[in-house]
């Protein structure tokens, strides 16, 4: 009997070969019925599509060699794909963009750039791409159909959604430019789901593995899941799984979560 309720998931493993286990594990405990991933770190060929199958999981995936690197799984289901490259650059031959259908909503998987150094031309490029996201968003909020853009968007939106924002404000993820890009995102009709289900609360979704951030919860919340207006009407529920940055050898980033409707 189908579930009552959707879960998606957003997830920055980190390199999906030598996490393979951690990912499995949390597939297996978890079971979203959509999982979104982030920095592979790895060539199409090298994407552990057999292991992925074994657990239950369809997928599709756009890799690259050393970084970046987005997949869409889908549980029991195949996705199928709309779109894998990010309009407006065709000279940008990052993967950082993969959207589909899947379990009757169009899912957006995205990893956006950090963006440091800044300044430089890394942020510059940060920024361009944030709006050209901006851009093909636009299109997607008021398309009729639920649409959510999951993944790792490198940004800090607010002061709120960082444990200590002082030693962080040059860093690219708190600069006014990128938070200002956010900004313009939602302004659009999304809906930020951990936010609105969380309004007041200090909740991360990554800690890096300098000065002990995880064990003293020293967190950043920067993987996020945006619902157009269809699909923010069917929101239930938000979350992170932290048990699973807790994991040996684990991502600096923690699985966060929706359960929708259907």
């Not at 259908?101 to 990893?111: K, R, S, T």
């Not at 302004?187 to 990554?206: C, M, N, S, V």
């Not at 938000?238 to 807790?246: I, L, N, S, T």
Request: glycine share 8%; with cysteine; proline share 8%.
């Amino acid at each position: 009997m189908a579930r009552k309720l959707l879960k998606v998931a957003s997830y920055n493993v980190n390199g999906i070969r030598p996490r393979l286990p951690q990912l499995l594990q949390w597939l297996q405990t978890e079971a979203p019925d959509i999982a979104c991933l982030q920095e592979l770190k790895a060539t199409d060929a090298a994407f552990p599509i057999d292991a992925i199958r074994a657990a239950g999981y369809g997928a599709l995936w756009h890799g690259q060699p050393s970084w970046n690197g987005v997949a869409i799984l889908a549980r029991g289901d195949d996705p199928i794909e709309s779109r894998r490259v990010l309009p407006g650059d065709p000279r940008d031959d990052h993967s950082r963009y993969l959207e589909a259908a899947a379990h009757g909503i169009m899912v957006g998987c995205l990893y956006l750039p950090n963006g440091n150094p800044q300044p430089g031309p890394k942020f510059d490029y940060k920024l361009r791409w944030f709006a050209r996201l901006i851009a093909h968003a636009r299109a997607l909020v008021d398309c009729g159909h639920p649409v959510v853009l999951a993944g790792d968007y490198n940004v800090v939106p607010t002061d709120l959604d960082i444990y200590d924002p002082k030693s962080w404000r040059k860093d690219a993820l708190l600069q006014p430019q990128s938070r200002a890009c956010y900004e313009e995102l939602l302004g659009q009709g999304w809906t930020d789901a951990l936010r609105a289900r969380h309004p007041g609360e200090r909740i991360y979704t990554f800690w890096d593995y300098f000065r002990q951030h995880w064990p003293r919860n020293a967190g950043l919340r920067i993987d996020h899941l945006l619902l157009n207006p269809p699909l923010a009407a069917r929101l239930r529920d938000a979350g992170v799984d932290r048990w699973v940055r807790g994991l040996e050898k684990a991502s600096d980033h923690a699985p966060t979560w929706v359960t929708l409707a259907r």
